[in-house]
């Protein structure tokens, strides 16, 4: 599992609470900050089987190697960041789930959908179908507004994948 711009790396820590299956979790980032440290002992205090499992690395997302079998996931993935991750899951093949924020309106390809929607969601929108037509079968979710006002979830495998969900 890759956690992308992760900082003190809860969502890896949480993702590998969730889900027991995945071996281990890497935070990229390339700004780590002190705290993950605190907060990883804190962690692993609570669930000692996250262990030595998440490991930090001070690199930019283009900087680091995906695989196919990674599940890459990003939390707030802010403006560009979203579309960076997404070019890098479809180029190696893996699974992703990100939550897309702060939105560039000028940058962003919006599908050309603007009049139908506002710019986030149309942003979005031409995010999910892009990586469907990139070979991969897609879900979205939305995220309770009370618990973040940027909750849209973009998940997707590459198409013709075993596993039921991401």
């Not at 180029?91 to 390809?109: E, K, T």
């Not at 070979?135 to 590459?158: E, S």
Request: proline letters at 6%; one cysteine or more.
């Amino acid at each position: 599992m890759v956690d992308v711009a992760g900082g003190h790396g809860l969502l890896a820590h949480i993702m590998l609470i969730l889900d027991d299956t995945s071996p281990s979790a890497v935070v990229v980032d390339a700004a780590v900050p002190p705290s993950h440290e605190k907060l990883g002992h804190a962690l692993v205090e609570g669930w000692p089987r996250l262990s030595g499992r998440v490991s930090f690395t001070g690199q930019r997302l283009d900087q680091f190697v995906i695989v196919p079998t990674d599940l890459v996931v990003s939390s707030h993935a802010c403006g560009g960041l979203t579309d960076e991750v997404l070019r890098s899951v479809s180029s190696a093949g893996a699974r992703v789930a990100v939550l897309p924020c702060c939105h560039n309106l000028d940058a962003s390809d919006d599908g050309g959908l603007t009049g139908w929607m506002d710019g986030p969601a149309a942003i979005d929108a031409a995010r999910a179908l892009a990586l469907r037509a990139g070979g991969y079968r897609i879900w979205t979710q939305l995220i309770p507004a009370d618990i973040t006002p940027k909750n849209r979830l973009l998940m997707g495998r590459p198409d013709g994948g075993t596993r039921d969900g991401l």
